[in-house]
Each structure stands twice: as structure tokens, then as C-alpha cells.
């Protein structure tokens, strides 16, 4: 109704705008939203919102389309005028109303195509962006899509081939460029659900297939979301470093290369899906997960999801629910930011899929653990991709402050219940003052940021991998800053800096080392393996003296020597290199130079390793 009025009034208000009131029942108008909890602040800043658009949805700068000669749109319907037998014209029905708001292309000039509105038999309104190669087939492909979407078409003889050149010809002076992802697209920010700033210079639309399966939506003010989720963050370390993380994919293009994940582990019923829920409530919800997806899915499944989380976070729960075998492969995808090369049907390769983001992930395993129950030995850089971090260091689980509630559970039910009422406005907020600010000034901003907690952070004995992970926690401390200054949050200045450092000391302490994760874990299987065979496979001797005792050593791996009077066994001989069966997974150089970083390791002038 509110677009039919709208339409009515073009050319006669000096400008038309549509106020949307979130989760509106069917038919329902502002009576309705106000009693399911609508406030004064809540319309106020909706209508400030709606101010700043100075178009409708009958689209900006649409310019009415040329309608072909022989075909009228009458009512709500599409017409073709053929001659009849007294040589006069007669309307032929082709479907409902259908409209070509614009013509669409790529920011190449390629991909062209035309975009269609129409409505089902419900009244409810969809506009889809027809490929004008569609209509080269013959299989009518173009057609059976409008069906699928509730276009109602005359099932009557030629009315195709007439729908069909329409769709040929029409043409509008309006246009709009496509994108096929969800981020940022020079200074504007497209999502399925809204796009800042909505005046952009010309009109972007996002084409994601024709799936319209997302989560991003908005419900409550952005005051709301800080009532019920930003303020129980305060005190609680894990609560607020993952709600930062919410906000750091947005600030990704002026820190390429730092995406990547955060995986929260631990013991089950300790409050990590509920981080997840209140993180992903800065970006949306609508279900009983809220924003949160699952690792249950294929390594395409995973993919599809990256790409539609582009530049903004990706919530994946239970990472037992994934093969141990797929899993170092999409996690590296995922921090990599790119999906797996595929061909066409003419032996073409396809566009890879590319994508910048944040992903939260949680389990009640450790990821490098899941990892290594199907593969001999993980990578260091498994663990700069995935930082882990201990998900029940708090006095309560996840949580040290519990706000006045009796216990853990009542708080996590308390602060679920609010990220499912209030979700999705805090990062076009976040976007808006980013534009407010300018790339410029918050790039230099950001910078200043990453640097004072690194400075805060950093340690003398860190190795680069150790940067790389430091980096990543300094970009959700600065987001975390940020949306405090912006007054997104609430949050006390300082504050997410002093939650966010308190993680990442967290992450460095389940890694176990600030040094080589590589070396760390090649001397733990040296050791390992020196301990499982001392007592069969090495060679006693003393001073260089075997020993003559009553064990047999067959299949001898080395040499352990005694100390002078004793039974200590201080040294391993290894007469040419260091045994395969020693290193195991482990390359041979990466296992002498872990050694020798410990002291462990002396050479016979440059021959072989003892």
C-alpha cells in the first residue's frame, strides 16, 4: 500500500519517503509495532534513518521504462495488442503487472541485464535481475524462474514468445550497477537486507542468485541493542573481545590481509554458543541461532557462506560437527580468502571466489586438536589462521561479571533474549560513522590504535607468527575502540583495549609458547619418540663403551649414553643423520634447528647431529 501511494505521488511531492517499522505482522501499521514495543527513541531514530534517504522504493533516479509498441501495462496487468479478424486490435493477457525498473551491468561493463518488479498473488513485492543472455536459451529458463517467484503468467499459446520479446525490448533510461557480494564497494556498503549510504551517486544492487537465504535483518533501535547486549559486555573479557570482533571486518580494506578466525573451546554448557549469539547480533538475527551458522556443511557449503559474509563476521558453531580432514583445508580458505578453483562446462575456469572477514567459531575441542585426530602433525600456520582461545578462564565459564543474576545460566538466557529482540543496528551505525569520519581520517585513526596495543602487548621473545596473531587481536581492539568513540557501545574508553590484551594473553597461553609452534611441537615428538624407544631401540654405552647387559636391541634407532657412575641417561648418539622414525612428520632441518634452539643439539665438528 505504501508503495502504491508513494507511486501516486510522483511528480507531485516535492520528495516521497517510506519509513520502515520492523517486524510488522501482515497488514500491520504503526498501532501494531507500537504494542509490540515500539518507543518514541525507537521511531526517532527510524525516521532519521528514512530522512536521510531521499528516494523510495519505486527506486532513485528510475525513469519510467519505454514500453514497446504493441504492448500496454493495464491495471495489473502486461498486455499484447494483436490484430483481430475485423481488423481491429484486441488485448491479449501475458501476466501480471511486470515492470523493468533498470537496466543492471558489473562495475566492467559486462554481465548486462534488466531489473524486474512485480508482485505474487500474496501483494507481496519482488524485483529480480534478469541476465539478458537468459534469454538466448530457448529452455526458458528466464521463465520458469518468474514462476518459481509468483509471477503469474497466461498459460495460453504464443503469450511466451510475446513475453519473451518484451523482455527482448523494453528498455529504461535508468541504471544500476551489480554487484554479486555482500561489503564494501568503494565507499558503499551493500548488504541483502540495506545499503550505506543509501544516496549513493548511482544505485548498486546486490544479485545473490535469486537464494534471498540470509540473516541480515533489523529489529529494535541501535539504543535497545546497547540496553540489552553492548552494556553486559562490561566485565566480561570473552563477552566483549568476541562483540569487537563483530565490528573488525568492516575495517578489513584498510588492513588487508589480517582476516582470519578466533576459535572460543571448551568443556560444553559454559556460555560459547551464547558469545556467538551476542556477537552476531551486531550484524543480525531472526532465528533461534540468531546471526550463528553451523560447521555442518560441505567445503563448497563453507565457501558459500565466506562469500556471503564478505566484510562482515561469520559465526560457525560446533566444530566437531566438520570432518578433521576438511577442516585445516577450510580453515586456511577462510583466512586465505579464497574458495576453491572450479571449471565451467566448457573447460573454463570460473571466477574463484574471494572474500575478506572475521570468523568466531566454537567447540568443545580445540581445533588444532579436531585437526590432529586425522592428520599426523598440525601447521604454525594453522594457528595464526585460527587463534584459539580458552573459553572458560572466567570465574563463570565464559563470564567473570553476571550483572545482579543469580548464576551463569540466567545471565546467558538474559543476554540471548536480548540479542534475539535487538539485532542489526549497530553495524550499519558502525558503517555510517566510518563514511561520517571519512577513509582518510579513520585509516589513520586505526593505525594509531593497532599500534598503541601492540606496543601494550608485544614482547621481546615473540617470533613473527606471534605478530601475525598479535596483529589480528589489535585490529578487534581497535574496532572495539572505535565503536566505543562512536558511541555504538557504551563502552568506556579503554575498555575493550583492557578485555581484548587479557585474550590474547589467553590465546598465547593455550599455544603454549611466544616462539615457533613448529619447533615447540617438533621437540615434543623427539621427545616423545625418545622416550617410548630408550628402553628397546637405543644402544646403551659409556664413555663410548657398550654396555654388556642381557637385553637384546634389534632394529636399532640410536645410541643413549651413561653418566660416570650412574644410570643417567644424558646423551643420544645418532651416527649418520637423525632418524626418520626421530623426526616423524616433521621435516629434518626443522627438527635439528629445534633442537639447537633449546641447546639440546651438538655437532662432531659439521658432521652429523648428536
Not at 570 to 598: I, M, T, W
Request: aromatic residues 8%; hydrophobic residues 35%; neutral net charge.
Amino acid at each position: 500500500h505504501a508503495l502504491h501511494v508513494a507511486e501516486s505521488l510522483q511528480g507531485i511531492a516535492a520528495s516521497v519517503r517510506i519509513l520502515r517499522l520492523p517486524e510488522l505482522p501482515e497488514k500491520g501499521d504503526v498501532t501494531d509495532w507500537k504494542e509490540a514495543g515500539g518507543t518514541p527513541e525507537a521511531f526517532r531514530e527510524l525516521l532519521a534513518r528514512a530522512s536521510s534517504n531521499p528516494t523510495t522504493e519505486i527506486g532513485r533516479d528510475e525513469a519510467p521504462a519505454e514500453i514497446p509498441d504493441g504492448f500496454k501495462i493495464e491495471g495489473d496487468g502486461l498486455y499484447r495488442y494483436l490484430l483481430d479478424e475485423k481488423g481491429g486490435y484486441k488485448p491479449v493477457f501475458l501476466c501480471a503487472r511486470l515492470e523493468v525498473v533498470c537496466r543492471t551491468r558489473d562495475g566492467r561493463g559486462e554481465e548486462w541485464g534488466k531489473l524486474l518488479r512485480f508482485k505474487d498473488p500474496d501483494g507481496r513485492t519482488h524485483q529480480w535481475i534478469m541476465p539478458d543472455s537468459m534469454l538466448a536459451s530457448e529452455r526458458g529458463e528466464w521463465r520458469s524462474h518468474l514462476l518459481r517467484l509468483g509471477l503469474k503468467i497466461s498459460p495460453a499459446k504464443d503469450v511466451t514468445v510475446h513475453l519473451r520479446n518484451f523482455l527482448f525490448i523494453a528498455e529504461s533510461p535508468s541504471r544500476a550497477t551489480k554487484v554479486d557480494q555482500i561489503g564494501w564497494h568503494g565507499d558503499v556498503f551493500v548488504t541483502p537486507a540495506w545499503t550505506i549510504p543509501e544516496s549513493a551517486p548511482e544505485r548498486i544492487i546486490l544479485d545473490d542468485g535469486g537464494s534471498g537465504q540470509h540473516h541480515y535483518a533489523e529489529r529494535g533501535s541501535v539504543q535497545e541493542w546497547r540496553d540489552s547486549v553492548a552494556s553486559q559486555c562490561a566485565g566480561n573479557s570473552l563477552l566483549m573481545f568476541a562483540v569487537s570482533a563483530a565490528f573488525a571486518p568492516i575495517l578489513l580494506p584498510l588492513r588487508p590481509g589480517l582476516g582470519g578466525g578466533f576459535h572460543l573451546a571448551s568443556n560444553t554448557t559454559t556460555g560459547k554458543t551464547t558469545m556467538l549469539i551476542a556477537a552476531g547480533s551486531v550484524w543480525g538475527g531472526g532465528t533461534k541461532d540468531g546471526f550463528a551458522e553451523s560447521w555442518n556443511s560441505t567445503s563448497a557449503g563453507i565457501e558459500g557462506m565466506a562469500r556471503s559474509h564478505n566484510h562482515s563476521l561469520l559465526c560457525l558453531d560446533e566444530i566437531k560437527e566438520i570432518p578433521p580432514d576438511k577442516l585445516a583445508l577450510v580453515a586456511y580458505a577462510l583466512a586465505n580468502g579464497h574458495g576453491t578453483a572450479r571449471m565451467n562446462r566448457d573447460a573454463t575456469s570460473k571466477n574463484r571466489a574471494r572474500f575478506e572477514l572475521i570468523f568466531l567459531s566454537t567447540g568443545e575441542m580445540g581445533c588444532l586438536t579436531h585437526v590432529l585426530s586425522a592428520e599426523k602433525r598440525a601447521y604454525g600456520g594453522q594457528e595464526v589462521r585460527v587463534c584459539e582461545i580458552r573459553a572458560d578462564r572466567g570465574h563463570f565459564g565464559s563470564f567473570d561479571n553476571l550483572h545482579g543474576f543469580s548464576d551463569p545460566a540466567r545471565f546467558a538466557e538474559s543476554l540471548v533474549d536480548g540479542a534475539l529482540k535487538s539485532y542489526g543496528t549497530a553495524a550499519p551505525e558502525f558503517i555510517r560513522r566510518f563514511l561520517a569520519c571519512g577513509r582518510g581520517v579513520v585509516r589513520h585513526r586505526l593505525e594509531a590504535l593497532m599500534q598503541t596495543f601492540r606496543e601494550r602487548c608485544r614482547t621481546s621473545d615473540m617470533v613473527p607468527e606471534v605478530d601475525r596473531i598479535l596483529n589480528r587481536f589489535a585490529l578487534v581492539a581497535a574496532a572495539g575502540e572505535l565503536a566505543s568513540e562512536w558511541g555504538v557501545t557504551g563502552w568506556l574508553e579503554g575498555e575493550a583495549f583492557r578485555h581484548v590484551a587479557s585474550e590474547f594473553e589467553n590465546c598465547i597461553e593455550r599455544r603454549g609458547t611466544r616462539g615457533s609452534s613448529d619447533l615447540k611441537r617438533a621437540l615434543e615428538h623427539v621427545r616423545a619418540v625418545l622416550l617410548q624407544h630408550s628402553g628397546a631401540r637405543l644402544q646403551r654405552h659409556r664413555d663410548g663403551k657398550p654396555l654388556r647387559d642381557d637385553r637384546p636391541v634389534s632394529n636399532r634407532l640410536g645410541f643413549c649414553g651413561l653418566s660416570e657412575g650412574g644410570n643417567q641417561e644424558e646423551e643420544y648418539q645418532f651416527p649418520n643423520r637423525l632418524p626418520n622414525e626421530l623426526c616423524g612428520p616433521y621435516d629434518h632441518d626443522l627438527v635439528v634447528k629445534a633442537l639447537e634452539s633449546v641447546g639440546a643439539l651438538r655437532r662432531e665438528g659439521r658432521r652429523n647431529p648428536k
